[in-house]
């Protein structure tokens, strides 16, 4: 069977701004964070299915004592960084994809996982670049931005990347889809071993709970399609038994719904 390891960076606030502020449930107080802040759990996922080693979105890019915390969170479960074989990008906003690559001293950027092939839609890398650099324009930097232009601009030129479109096969384990939703060119992942269905929803399906309520979310670009979608995926799911990945849960990170 396919082994699940959540990735869990912690927990943060956000505003307007789209800043990541460090949060503690123990000693912070949510009502201390400027006015309209969110709280947020970053986690992305690795999946390990026979020798695929299987990274579902990068998360923040936070270090850890000069390290990249990914790294660390990595190595602390067992597994070394160059180990990864895939990196499955749901979309580029960036709490999925600030783990991406990193600025070395001499001011380039790499990809953080060198041994890997990374998988983005191709049309949400054009618009993340495009807004990145829209916003870079008119503000004079990315601080109101979901996206970071420097990390899109290297998957681009680098030949480790594939460029998704509206679905298909990655290869004979993995499966992905055009959702939108959350943003117009997100993308949802299935992970199949044997007879067990993983399914990566990303911003379509962040949380155990949102599966089971109907809402429309303030911050999705078109909040009645994820509503949708988080009623059809949970509908389906428990149909065929799919195990659920959670990116923004983590007290809940891997589910069956019932």
């Given at each position: ?23 503690d ?19 992305p ?17 936070l ?48 990809l ?5 092939i ?13 807004h ?18 420097e ?13 998704l479109h ?11 889809q055009?959702?939108g ?14 007879d ?34 988080r009623?059809?995926?949970a ?24």
């Open positions: 069977m396919a082994q699940i390891i959540p990735l869990a960076e912690g927990t943060f606030t956000v505003d307007r701004s789209k800043k990541f502020i460090p949060f449930p123990q000693h912070d107080r949510l009502q201390d964070r400027p006015k309209g802040s969110l709280l947020i759990e970053i986690q996922f690795l999946v390990i299915v026979g020798s695929h080693y299987i990274l579902l979105d990068t998360g923040l890019n270090s850890n004592n000069q390290e990249l915390l990914l790294y660390h969170i990595l190595k602390e479960k067992g597994i070394d960084p160059s180990q990864i074989t895939h990196v499955l990008l749901s979309h580029l906003h960036k709490d999925h994809a600030g783990g991406i690559c990193s600025r070395h001293p001499d001011g380039s950027y790499k953080n996982f060198p041994q890997a990374y998988y983005v839609h191709e049309d949400e890398l054009k618009y993340a670049l495009s990145a650099q829209q916003n870079e324009g008119e503000t004079g930097g990315d601080m109101a931005s979901s996206y970071a232009a990390e899109f601009e290297l998957l681009f030129q680098s030949d480790q990347v594939v460029m509206d679905e298909g096969h990655i290869d004979t384990h993995i499966r992905y055009l959702s939703g959350h943003c117009p060119y997100h993308v949802v992942f299935w992970i199949q071993d044997q067990e269905i993983i399914f990566y929803g990303g911003d379509v399906a962040p949380q155990y709970l949102q599966m089971k309520t109907r809402y429309m979310a303030k911050y999705d670009y078109d909040g009645r399609k994820s509503m949708e979608l009623q059809q995926y509908e389906q799911g428990i149909r065929e038994g799919w195990t659920f990945l959670f990116y923004h849960d983590v007290q809940r990170p891997v589910m069956k719904l019932i």
